[in-house]
């Protein structure tokens, strides 16, 4: 089936350090996968997407490669401001099931910036 | 272009209670999907609506209960609410064929005492 394992949190850092969450799925077809953000008391935002292998999303100095051989997709950020202290969760769709972009997501993970 | 929007965005129910959340879609998105996140958890996808018709239903009981309207809006019945029923359940609407990214709304925050 469709699952997707990420690190867990709390992820506590302060402004200016390196951002990596890592991400791992298992799929049966060809997923497009993504990585979305919640914000406190609010819903999901996109961030980035990667459709298929070796693809690289980018969004606000965030970025992700959707790695087949290691079924990974790790989010990573060179310099992390306060503002981007929020929920991450790493999601992917099977392109090739009967639901229309059905997404199976990871437990979340919340990130803490410090100034 | 007006997004995704969900109504209540608050609401407090007693074990055994029936509830609708409403959701209404953004323009020109035919497909409207619902998931339930409980604190702390990701995202569960709950069903689908497409053009009307159910279309996929995730593990869920048949007491969580849906509708798709002409205009693409959506509802989420819950009867018999349980206290594990409470969550933010999210509707994400998308623009179907050849597109199947979704795009969500705020939430509805239902506690279920």
């Known amino acids: 089936g469709n699952s997707v394992t990420q690190m867990e949190g709390p992820v506590t850092l302060s402004e200016e350090a390196f951002l990596t969450i890592n991400c791992t799925y298992t799929a049966t077809g060809y997923p497009s996968l993504f990585w979305y953000v919640q914000y406190p008391g609010e819903g999901l935002q996109l961030l980035l997407k990667a459709t298929k292998a070796d693809d690289k999303g980018s969004n606000k100095g965030f970025e992700a490669t959707y790695r087949k051989e290691t079924t990974s997709f790790h989010l990573e950020k060179g310099s992390v401001q306060v503002s981007d202290s929020a929920v991450y969760f790493c999601a992917l769709s099977d392109r090739r099931g009967s639901t229309l972009g059905r997404l199976y997501f990871g437990r979340g993970t919340q990130l803490t910036v410090w100034p | 272009e007006t997004g995704v929007t969900q109504s209540p965005t608050h609401l407090i129910k007693t074990r055994g209670q029936q509830v609708t959340l409403r959701c209404s879609s953004q323009?020109?998105?035919?497909?409207v999907s619902w998931y339930q996140q409980a604190l702390g958890q990701g995202p569960q996808f709950i069903f689908q609506?497409?053009?009307?018709?159910?279309?996929g239903r995730g593990n869920f009981p048949p007491r969580f209960s849906g509708l798709q309207f002409p205009n693409y809006s959506s509802e989420l019945n819950v009867n018999a609410l349980e206290l594990d029923d409470s969550a933010l359940y999210l509707c994400a609407s998308s623009p179907g064929q050849g597109s199947y990214e979704q795009y969500f709304g705020p939430g509805t925050r239902l506690t279920v005492t």
């Open positions: 323009s020109g998105h035919n497909t």
């Open positions: 609506y497409y053009r009307e018709e159910e279309n």
